[in-house]
């Protein structure tokens, strides 16, 4: 059974710092790209960053310089470490594995974060 279970949200004063971790079970993690959704009260999930299974990484214009995703495969762990946060990137943050093929894609539950001005 394929688990994706996040952690590390809460709430934080603007300016503030989190670092989120998906730990992932029921799959061959080094074969599948990572990525961290946000999604906000009455919007879409948005993409904020993801790495491949090689390690290269993208982000959402909005986090760039704020924002690092990495990985852990030996932790089968994807981190998003969040700096300099605004009350904008309040939401809910999820975890999203695909596998390399596309072939298969999975989610996690979610973190909530909230921060306050």
């Known amino acids: 059974q394929v688990q994706l279970v996040e952690s590390g949200g809460g709430l934080v004063q603007a300016g503030g710092s989190l670092r989120l971790s998906c730990a992932a079970s029921?799959?061959?993690?080094?074969?599948?790209?990572m990525g961290w959704y946000v999604q906000a009260p009455g919007k879409q999930r948005e993409p904020v960053a993801s790495?491949?299974?090689?390690?290269?990484?993208n982000y959402a214009d909005s986090v760039k310089g704020r924002f690092t995703i990495s990985r852990d495969n030996a932790k089968n762990t994807v981190f998003l470490q969040m700096n300099s946060l605004t009350p904008e990137d309040t939401g809910g943050y999820l975890c999203n594995a695909r596998h390399l093929w596309g072939v298969y894609d999975y989610w996690g539950q979610g973190t909530q974060v909230t921060v306050s001005s």
């Open positions: 790495i491949t299974a090689d390690g290269a990484t």
């Open positions: 029921g799959i061959i993690f080094s074969r599948y790209d």
